[in-house]
């Protein structure tokens, strides 16, 4: 039963694989691989209430297992309750000062509970067991983000650059602050000078043609290049990297290939962003799917939305709402 879940797994049929696991952990309530897959599965089809619940079985049958306290923590942070993944990570790191994820994980906890003094203590910490302290200056720069100093954020991100020159994460998170800061071209070249050195670096690869697809649509040659970058994304079952290439073929006016992609991100993955309802609701409104259209702008524009195009979104739909009313 196992090698058939995983099979079903590596097929990414995530439903056939929770339901043979089921029926394996049924006589088997202890089998620890069962329950780890059964955890990824859950994680995928973006149910992280029950993959908490596998995470404390696995824990129950393995209470030293620091690394699997670790993944329970970041699950508490993907159901909203940093401060119950705090409750967690505190007792990881009284335990094991030394362990550097404790530390990391902790950071971002605090960041997320808002609680500004832990996330600078868990960063000394950290630092204390650094050498070149480069995650230290990551870490930093993610704080000050969080409080809103985004100019001064890029400071320690620049002193992260020179520690490892080779890490791109640094550079990731710079060029994620400078859109932020509505300095689109400067994010458009660090980009750039990760794929120069590294072409296969997909998740830079993705975020640069989104960012070209949302900020220079009305330009045909960095369409052109932003579809030439994720062109490989057809064939991927990663949703982000599907509604890229949608999103830059909707804009080319390949509403067709836009949609059948869509269609296939949305299949891929239960409970995605709100952006995806955004794109997905103006290729069907080109099509002529108004009513689809309007029940996926809604869905875009709901209570908390925060992404790059939401009023585009308000106004899209108000647009079908209002045209709605006009006809007899």
């Known amino acids: 039963l196992f090698l058939r879940a995983s099979l079903f797994f590596n097929e990414r049929d995530y439903q056939n694989t929770a339901l043979t696991l089921r029926l394996l952990l049924r006589d088997n309530p202890d089998y620890i691989k069962a329950l780890s897959l059964l955890k990824e599965t859950l994680l995928r089809q973006e149910k992280p209430d029950l993959a908490l619940d596998a995470a404390n079985k696995i824990i129950a049958l393995n209470p030293g297992n620091l690394m699997a306290k670790i993944q329970l923590a970041n699950l508490w942070m993907r159901t909203n309750k940093p401060e119950r993944a705090m409750s967690v990570l505190d007792k990881i790191t009284q335990k094991a000062p030394q362990l550097k994820a404790?530390?990391?994980?902790?950071?971002?906890?605090?960041?997320?509970?808002k609680k500004w003094e832990k996330a600078e203590d868990a960063i000394t910490q950290l630092?204390?067991?650094?050498?070149d302290k480069f995650l230290s200056f990551i870490l930093r720069a993610e704080l000050l983000f969080a409080q809103g100093q985004k100019e001064e954020a890029l400071q320690p991100l620049q002193k992260a650059k020179k520690t490892e020159a080779t890490n791109h994460r640094a550079t990731m998170i710079e060029a994620e602050i400078l859109v932020s800061l509505n300095r689109t071209q400067e994010a458009l070249d660090l980009y750039d000078s990760i794929l120069v050195k590294n072409p296969k670096a997909?998740?830079?690869?993705?975020?640069?043609?989104?960012?070209i697809a949302d900020t220079k649509a009305d330009d045909p040659k960095y369409l052109e290049k932003a579809q030439k970058i994720a062109?490989?994304?057809?064939?991927?079952?990663?949703?982000?990297?599907?509604?890229?290439?949608?999103?830059?073929?909707?804009?080319?006016?390949?509403?067709?290939q836009a949609y059948d992609l869509m269609q296939k991100a949305l299949k891929a993955q239960d409970h995605l962003p709100q952006q995806f309802y955004y794109?997905?609701?103006?290729?069907?409104?080109?099509?002529?799917?108004?009513?689809?259209?309007?029940?996926?702008l809604t869905q875009a524009t709901e209570e908390k939305a925060n992404y790059l195009g939401l009023e585009e979104a308000h106004k899209a739909l108000a647009k079908l709402r209002k045209g709605h009313k006009k006809q007899p």
Request: proline share 1%.
């Open 102 to 113: 404790g530390w990391e994980n902790t950071v971002y906890a605090a960041i997320a509970a």
């Open 202 to 211: 997909q998740d830079t690869a993705n975020n640069m043609a989104q960012l």
């Open 231 to 256: 062109e490989s994304f057809q064939n991927s079952y990663n949703p982000f990297f599907l509604d890229t290439i949608s999103w830059i073929y909707f804009h080319q006016g390949k509403t067709q």
């Open 279 to 296: 794109h997905y609701g103006l290729i069907l409104a080109e099509i002529g799917k108004k009513e689809e259209a309007k029940k996926a």
């Open 127 to 131: 630092a204390a067991l650094e050498t």
